[in-house]
């Protein structure tokens, strides 16, 4: 069984740096296309970007000036961090894995909420 | 960037019914990367569908995916009470990012 669980604080003051971490156990990372997801409150789901073990990475336009990520495959674990952030980037964070074979994300960590305030 | 917008944005419907809905897309899709997910409350969204038509493993078959170019449509055949959730639609493709619909929620009438 697959699972993913998100880390990290639960709260971020604005100009600070968003930093997550997602845990895989059950799979290997190498296999999957490692993504982030948000969902803001009362919005729909937005990507956010992705990384893989070689070295790939993509993210929204809107994001990419402010995103960095990583994936330690030791641990089996992936990260991301949020630049400068504001009260728009207060939503729901997702981790998942994208299956590249089927061309859709497989499996979804619970989500963790992440409120920018002061 | 590819729009997709999901119509209707909420559905009030009763169980046994059957349902469709739909994802319109601002330019065309390629089938292979649009899928299909559900959210209830207080959870991880759930793949369906892949490749526009394709369930993914243990997804049951009363659910079902079609469409092409422009036009997607997600089918339940008969409304259970389990299936009353928010149903997102995906595309992935090239010269654009990922993104998701606005999703329809289907809510117990």
């Known amino acids: 069984q697959v699972q993913l669980q998100e880390s990290g604080p639960g709260q971020v003051r604005p100009s600070e740096t968003l930093s997550l971490t997602c845990t895989v156990s059950g799979a290997s990372i190498t296999s999957y296309y490692c993504n982030w997801i948000r969902r803001p409150p009362g919005k729909g789901l937005e990507w956010i970007g992705y990384?893989?073990?070689?070295?790939?990475?993509d993210s929204h336009p809107s994001l990419k000036s402010r995103i960095s990520n990583s994936v330690d495959t030791s641990k089996n674990q992936f990260s991301l961090k949020l630049t400068s952030v504001s009260a728009a980037d207060t939503a729901v964070y997702y981790c998942c894995l994208w299956n590249d074979h089927i061309k859709a994300f497989e499996y979804w960590g619970q989500g963790t909420l992440v409120t920018v305030s002061s | 960037e590819i729009v997709l917008t999901q119509s209707p944005g909420t559905l009030s419907l009763s169980p046994g019914e059957r349902v469709t809905l739909s994802c319109r897309a601002s330019?065309?899709?390629?089938?292979?990367?649009l899928a299909w997910y559900q959210q209830k409350p207080g959870q991880a969204p759930r793949l369906l569908i892949y490749?526009?038509?394709s369930r993914a493993p243990g997804i049951p078959d009363k659910f079902s995916g079609s469409g092409s170019g422009t036009d997607f449509t997600l089918t339940i055949s008969r409304l259970e009470p389990e299936d009353f959730a928010v149903y997102y639609c995906?595309?992935?493709?090239?010269?654009?990012?990922?993104?998701f619909g606005g999703g329809t929620k289907v809510e117990i009438k």
């Open positions: 330019q065309s899709v390629n089938s292979r990367f």
């Open positions: 490749g526009a038509s």
């Open positions: 995906q595309q992935y493709g090239s010269g654009s990012p990922l993104t």
């Open positions: 990384t893989h073990y070689s070295g790939s990475t």
